[in-house]
Structure formats: structure tokens, C-alpha cells
């Protein structure tokens, strides 16, 4: 893949642009009129007991609605819980309260004083919160908000704090074997000020983070997304006037969506449409007089679902961070939908549950020396007897090979140019030997490097005769075949869809040149291919269209047929990277295809027609540290047992954002076990 870092990046910054722009064209085309709009709450908690409020959430009672608890940050007073009819039911002390956010009976406290995230689960029954935390969870800094969400795709539960200085730290909080929540960061973002209110919408996976002096922007919550962000308003030049405060959403589906946000020097609460691309809608005020207009607004809190009498559509709470008095106010949302003459929507929808199979990575290789986009492809040593000497070979594509034991620890290094893919064939006859022959793609040189591996050390050797030159403009993708007269052949790509094939050739000398026997091009960039070497089949991913089928033999020709195509597959997003094949005897096993647009890897059939098998993601393990797989280029897979734990062979992929922590690419692998059992495979 041609730097689609590089794209993006490009892309996020016309994103900013052309939001900013439209947002620019909607406030010169339409000026915003004098607003008559406005609300009158239902209630208000009574003053916290310590002064301060700067959050409030509301812990919703499935059994009974109406007896559903408002938590609302009292600072050194710690978290107070109050009733629907505003009056104080209990407290949970415990530093410096500031932020706060709910799911289910778990709650999320911000600690600024202790500069850490306080767990607790609220018990409906008794009336008290109980901490639930294995250990301290430090921030490293004082913190200024935070909030929850909770992935539809895996179920996983992060918090998302933030600082002063701009920092926007993502956690996994992940159950320890005591019952209690243990944390790991997982994504650390940085803006370029304070942002202290963000909101998390758990059906379609969106956060949004208000920065203060700058505006509302819209992140994709999965900790492996590309951390593009989208403006959805921007101060004085779009509809906020000053400072940005509070967000909440009220998701009600298709029947209206929306986003909240505090614009809190003009005094209004802004709304804008979820269905529509976050589009402005309109705005309103709270209804009050005198001593009870809001003076400090602060966080806000929406949820759309019935809430007893006078709620049945839901609430919207605003803390009241008053120098004197300060308190939770609470609004119905039906009040606030009719006065916008906008539809309240339904019962909040349940987030769809994900078609992906989840898996988790054993193992993880040390990360390549060099950054961004350099990682790319591994390839499977299958030592013939001895399993503590299988090996990992994969490219580092800004300077060389590397070899890398089970456990991911490098063994050797070849700083031999750019290799781009790798693969590897046994039963090559080289100076009267039977060896493990191994092809690179060069995309310094321009050539085909070529290796053979001892299998007792696991070190690679140079055997190319010369510079084996392709002839193309940038070597790329990389497979390898041996047909069943035991002759071995290599394909590589070039990025402007040609495929070039060459035979290998052992030379008296016990070196290999290659041979170059045919020609295929395809409209767009290829890269990922494998042969299945029983049954003579090419299998080459053309990235933005299909995964072909073709025959191996250069006697085949040009002959192809589309066995999974982009725009049919709803499981496939380009692009269309890795190939690898999971080979069972009498024909039978897996294709194995990365869909790098949404970090998946698709199955399909490998006799037959190919038909699709299911699809699986590699999620991150909060008690391993091992975060989950993104952004995948290369991979491999083998059917082979590698010792205990591996029985059924491995699936190992290249990590093209390693998270967690923030690290140079690496790859990870998974137990084929694993895969086949989410999957049900035969």
C-alpha cells in the first residue's frame, strides 16, 4: 500500500477544511436571529454540600425508571447522589472530584486532586456506591474531565480522560479475576489547548471533545481508528460564541439524534443533528429568573429513554457551577424537542451487535527499529523437527529483513534495503541441498532479494546470483509457488497493476537467479497474493476492486475470476491488502484476506467456488497489555503445528498502528485454535 499514511493525513486536513468551510458558509448565509427559544426545567438538585459542580450523570434504573439516581462531581465533597426530586440521598468521598460519567451501575470519576480515575458500581438495592478499582489509575496529571464508552463491535469498556495541557488519554478497563476493573492505556491523543467535556455515543462508536478555546470536534472512539478528527462547530466563526462547555447526546435513532453542546458565553445549549451529519439545528435556553438562572454552565448529560412521569422521553441534565449554590438541573427532552419543533426520537436503540468474530493475540514481536509506515509483511519458518526453532521472517520496509523467534524476539536483522513482502518455499535443490528458499521484494535495487535460512541457527544468507533486477518501477507485493514438478516461482507487483512472474533457477555456483516467464496487469495497484501450491491457483488482491483467482502455471494466461469483490461484500472495505492460505489436507482449508478499511480479516473457502466463510478482528487483551491488530498490510498463516498452545498452526499479522503502548509497527499472532473456534470452522 502507497503511503496511506501520508493520505490520510492529507485527507483529514480537507476534512478540516471543508467541515470548517460549510460551517463558515452556514453562519454568513443564515445569521443567527435573536433566540426566543427556551425551557423551563422540571427540577433542580439542592446545592452540593462542598460547593462545585462541574459534572452529573444519571444512573438509569431499568427495574424502576422513576427511581433512577442522579450523580453529580461535589469537588472535595467527592460524588453525591440525589433523587429525580433533587434531594440528597448519599455520597462516595474521595479526592477532588471533577468529572464524572455512568454505564449501567459502573461510574467514572475524575480525580483532579489525586490526578487519577476513580471505579465504583452503584448498587440500586442499598443506595451506595462501592469501589471497584484493582489499583490506583494514574494519569500523570491533574485532569480536567473524562467519559465513558462502552464498543458495540467487542463490548470493551474505555475511559476517556482529559487535561489542561490538551492531553486526550484513551483506557481499557477490563475485569481482573477478584471481580474488580483494572485500566491500561490504550491511545494517547494531544490537542493543541485545554479540553475539559467529551461524550461518547456507544451505537456508532463517535466521541466528541469540546476544546475549550477552539470548538467541537468528532473522533472515532475505537482505540486501533486512525485518530482523524472532524470539526462539527467551531468558536466565534461558526455557531459558538466564546468558550465551548458541555456536550451530551440523546440518541433516539433514526426518528432524531442528537448533540448537545454548552455555548456557554451566549447562555444557550446548542443542538445539532447526528443524522445529518451533525448539522446545526437550532438552539435554546433555560427558562429561569433572577436567582435561578444558570451562572456557570457546566457538564451536561442527555438520556433518551423513559424516565418516569414527566420524563418519558428522557432527561437532559446541566450542572450549575455557581460560586454560590451550584447544582443539577434537569430538563425534560420532550420540552426541549417540542420547543425546537424537532421529533424526540425513541427509546435509545441498542447498539447493533458486531457479525466479527474476536480474537486475541498470544504474542507480539518487538517493534521494527524504524517509524511510521514500516512494518509489512511476515512470512512462516516451519523448522521440520525441532519446535523451538520455528521462526518469523518479516520485511521492515525502510531498511530490511528480520528473523524473530516464537516469542517475538528478534533474532537477526539484514539492513539489506527496503523490503517490501517476503515469502518463503521448502525443497528448493541448491548445491546438491534440499533448503528453505526465501524471496524479497527490493524496492531499494529495484529486484528480487533472495535468501536461504539455516534451520538450526534461524540466520538468513544472501544466495542471489547478482542483482536479480524486475524491471518494474517499484517492486511491491510479493508470493511464491512451487508446483508439483518442484519447480519454484516468484511473483511480484508493481503499483501500477502489473504482475510479473519468474522461475527460479539454482546455478552450479549454489546461487539462484530468476528467470522471467510472464506478464499479467490488473486496472489498479496490487500487492497481497498467495499461490496454493497443491492446486495451482494464484490468488492476488487488487486493492480497491476484488480478490482474483488465477492460475499459477505461466501456461495459464491472463485468465482470472473475481471470487470476492469490494463493492458486493459488506465485509470487505479496501483496501484489500494481505493474502494468506490455510492449507488442510485433500483440498480443503481457508483463504485468509486482510480488509484493511475496517481492520478485519476475511475467510473464504479454499475448494469450490471460494465462497465466503466469515470475518474476525483481532481485539485488544487488557490483562496481557497486548493491544488489538489495525491498519494490517501483510500477513501469513500456516495449518502446521507449532508446539503447545499452536497445535492447529498460527495466524500472525502485521500491527500498522500498535497502540498500546505507542510504539513503532510490529506484528502479532493469534492461535489458529482461537479463529477457528469464534468462527466454528471445521
Known sequence: ???????????????????????????????????????????????????????????????DPSESVIAATGELGGLEFYGLDGARKAAL??????????????????????????????????????????????????????????????????????????????????????????GRLVR???????????????????????????????????????AVATVVDINRLGRIKGEVGGLAILNGGAQGDYLVAANADAGDYNVYDRNADDRFLGAFRIQANGADAIEGPAGLFGLRAP???????????????????????????????????????????????????????????????????????P??????????????????????????????????????????NVDLRGGFKLGGKSVTLIAASDRTRKAIALYTIDPDT?????????????????????????????????????????????????????????EQVRDLKFATQTEGCVADD???????????????????????????KAIARVIDNPALKDDLEGVGLYAQPGGKGYLVLSSQGNNSYALFEREGDNAYVGSFAVIADGATGIDGVSETDGLDVTSASLGAGLEAGVFIAQDGRNVSPPENQNFKLVPWSAIAAKLELR
Request: proline residues 5%; hydrophobic residues 40%; aromatic residues 6%.
Open 1 to 63: 500500500m502507497i503511503h496511506r499514511r501520508q493520505h490520510l493525513a492529507a485527507a483529514s486536513a480537507l476534512t478540516l477544511a471543508f467541515v470548517a468551510g460549510q460551517t463558515l458558509a452556514q453562519t454568513h448565509a443564515a445569521p443567527t436571529a435573536p433566540l426566543a427559544i427556551s425551557v423551563a426545567p422540571l427540577g433542580a438538585t439542592v446545592p452540593t454540600a462542598q460547593g462545585g459542580a462541574n459534572a452529573a450523570a444519571l444512573l438509569y434504573n431499568s427495574a
Open 93 to 182: 468521598p474521595g479526592g477532588e472530584t471533577y468529572g464524572v460519567d455512568v454505564r449501567e451501575d459502573l461510574i467514572a470519576v475524575l480525580d483532579r486532586k489525586d490526578g487519577r480515575i476513580r471505579l465504583s458500581r452503584y448498587d440500586f438495592g442499598t443506595g451506595q456506591a462501592r469501589d471497584v478499582e484493582a489499583r490506583p489509575l494514574m494519569l500523570g496529571y491533574a485532569g480536567e474531565g473524562l467519559c465513558l464508552h462502552k464498543s458495540s463491535r467487542d463490548g470493551s469498556m474505555y475511559a476517556f480522560a482529559l487535561g489542561g495541557d490538551g492531553q486526550l488519554d484513551q483506557w481499557l478497563l477490563y475485569p481482573t479475576a477478584d471481580g474488580k476493573l483494572d
Open 188 to 226: 494517547r491523543l494531544h490537542l493543541s489547548s485545554e479540553a475539559k467535556y467529551c461524550v461518547a455515543d456507544d451505537a456508532s462508536g463517535a466521541l466528541y471533545v469540546a476544546q475549550q478555546a477552539i470548538g467541537i470536534w468528532r473522533y472515532d472512539a475505537d482505540p486501533e481508528a486512525e
Open 307 to 377: 424516565i418516569g412521569q414527566g420524563l418519558p422521553a428522557g432527561a437532559l441534565l446541566i450542572t450549575d457551577d455557581r460560586k454560590v449554590g451550584a447544582n443539577t438541573r434537569l430538563l425534560s427532552w420532550r420540552d426541549v424537542a417540542a420547543a425546537l419543533k424537532v421529533s424526540p426520537g425513541q427509546a435509545a436503540p441498542q447498539a447493533a451487535p458486531g457479525a466479527l468474530a474476536l480474537v486475541r493475540a498470544t504474542m507480539e514481536t518487538r517493534p521494527v527499529e524504524h517509524g511510521g509506515d514500516a512494518a509489512d509483511d
Open 379 to 420: 512470512a512462516i519458518f516451519v523448522h521440520p523437527t525441532d519446535p523451538t526453532k520455528h521462526a518469523i521472517i518479516a520485511t521492515d520496509k525502510k531498511g530490511g529483513l528480520l528473523v524473530y523467534d516464537l516469542s517475538g524476539k528478534p533474532l537477526q536483522y539484514l539492513p539489506d534495503g527496503k523490503m517490501n
Open 458 to 514: 534461524r540466520m538468513l544468507t544472501s544466495v542471489a546470483d547478482g542483482l536479480q533486477a524486475t524491471g518494474l518501477s517499484d517492486p511491491y507485493g510479493l508470493c511464491m509457488y512451487r508446483n508439483r514438478k518442484g519447480a519454484t516461482f516468484v511473483f511480484i507487483s508493481d503499483p501500477d497493476g502489473g504482475v510479473r512472474q519468474w522461475k527460479l533457477v539454482a546455478t552450479p555456483a549454489g546461487k539462484v537467479r530468476a
Open 534 to 560: 497443491q492446486t495451482g491457483a494464484l490468488y492476488i488482491a487488487e486493492e480497491d476492486t476484488a480478490l482474483w483467482k488465477l492460475g499459477a502455471e505461466p501456461s495459464t494466461g491472463a485468465a482470472r
